[in-house]
């Protein structure tokens, strides 16, 4: 029987599991789930990594179209605060991103 190497996580992969434990359980959220088709999301992204410096992931197009959407959705631009539900014009949407040199959190904005 051979034995299952686990290897002890990293510094960051510990600061990330910290930070989503705690938000998970100390921020109201709610989750959603769907099946996308992402076809013409493929195509687009080879199109831009065929001339972009920075290569672009799934990833992020998923979190820029999610930012261009929520307007469309007045109740998905509200934040809870501790007398009322606060209403904002815009939204932004953040993702937490893990690299060797640490911990990134690019923002995606719409109206």
Request: charged share 20%.
């Amino acid at each position: 029987m051979t034995e299952t190497v686990i290897p002890p996580h990293s510094r960051t992969r510990r600061a990330i599991a910290s930070v989503l434990v705690t938000r998970e359980q100390t921020v109201p959220h709610v989750s959603l789930s769907a099946t996308l088709r992402v076809d013409a999301h493929l195509a687009l992204r080879s199109q831009i990594n065929a001339v972009a410096p920075i290569k672009v992931s799934i990833d992020d197009l998923l979190v820029k179209a999610a930012a261009h959407a929520c307007p469309s959705v007045p109740g998905m631009k509200v934040r809870w605060a501790a007398d009322a539900v606060r209403r904002f014009e815009s939204v932004g949407i953040s993702a937490v991103i893990g690299s060797d040199r640490g911990l990134a959190t690019p923002l995606g904005r719409g109206r």
